[in-house]
């Protein structure tokens, strides 16, 4: 089943997809997808964004980089490059991203979100996949210029309100067959700018979830975002993006110009 959160008449409802663009509210009422407010699927916990999960990707930087910073990002990733997120950046479905107006080069990340769904510390990779409640589609956005050595995440880059649209649907576990043979896209104004496979993650879910949870406890509502393929672009206000991962949602938000005053 493919369940929403979304605003509509003044109440925040739980709602599932129906067929023909249609969505049920938790109280039965039948509404046209574009009638709602979109709001994050779940309300979610701990976040967890990995850096350079892709080989492609890395390669991608490598190019774009100094000389000592693309020798390193060349390298083998011997284990995941993890960082932490606050629940202020996560914006629903249809929603506006704010690019910064200290920006130089903003682009979006496709990439598959997997859900936890219950407790554990120190889980084994055999048995990771138990802990997974479903999953859902994020779009982590990176404004490069303010990377460190242009791969290393840091506050100015990767916490900013509205720059992780997630969702539309949270999608149970059981709907997903195979979510390490997965494709993901992105399309930038119906141009296709972006495509992967999540076969092509160098740490897999099972090992993710494995490494993190030797470290400290995943507990239902967290999330794991695990990276992107090669394909980063430019985007500006008014682009549309549209991220796809294969049997989980197309995720489709609008790039703005940052409304405060000091950036």
């Known amino acids: ?84 997120k606050g629940e202020n950046t996560l914006l629903g479905h249809r929603g506006f991203t704010m690019r910064p107006k200290t920006a130089e080069f903003m682009h979006y990340e496709c990439e598959l979100g997997v859900v936890i769904g219950k407790s554990g510390k120190k889980i084994s990779k055999a048995n990771a996949l138990d802990y997974v409640g479903g999953y859902t589609v994020v779009n982590d956005y990176a404004i490069r210029n303010f990377l460190e050595g242009y791969y290393r995440p840091n ?18 576990k059981d709907d997903v067959l195979d979510s390490m043979n997965l494709n993901l896209t992105t399309h930038v104004n119906g141009k296709l700018t972006q495509e992967g496979n999540t076969r092509d993650m160098i740490h897999d879910i099972s090992t993710l979830i494995e490494y993190i949870s030797a470290i400290m406890t995943l507990n239902p509502g967290d999330v794991i975002m695990t990276g992107t393929p090669k394909g980063s672009v430019d985007v500006f206000p008014g682009d549309e993006v549209i991220c796809e991962v294969e049997g989980v949602g197309r995720l489709i938000n609008t790039i703005v110009s940052d409304w405060y005053p000091d950036n």
């Open 1 to 84: 089943m493919k369940r929403a959160r979304v605003g509509y008449g003044g109440a925040i409802h739980d709602a599932f997809e129906l067929a023909g663009s249609r969505l049920c509210l938790s109280d039965g009422r039948i509404l046209q997808e574009s009638e709602v407010l979109w709001l994050p699927p779940f309300e979610a916990k701990t976040i967890f964004a990995l850096a350079l999960n892709y080989a492609d990707h890395a390669k991608e930087l490598a190019a774009k980089s100094s000389k000592e910073t693309g020798s390193f990002l060349k390298a083998p990733i011997a284990e995941p490059i993890i960082f932490l």
């Open 155 to 172: 506050l100015r880059v990767k916490s900013r309100d509205t720059c992780t649209p997630i969702g539309p649907y949270f999608v149970d």
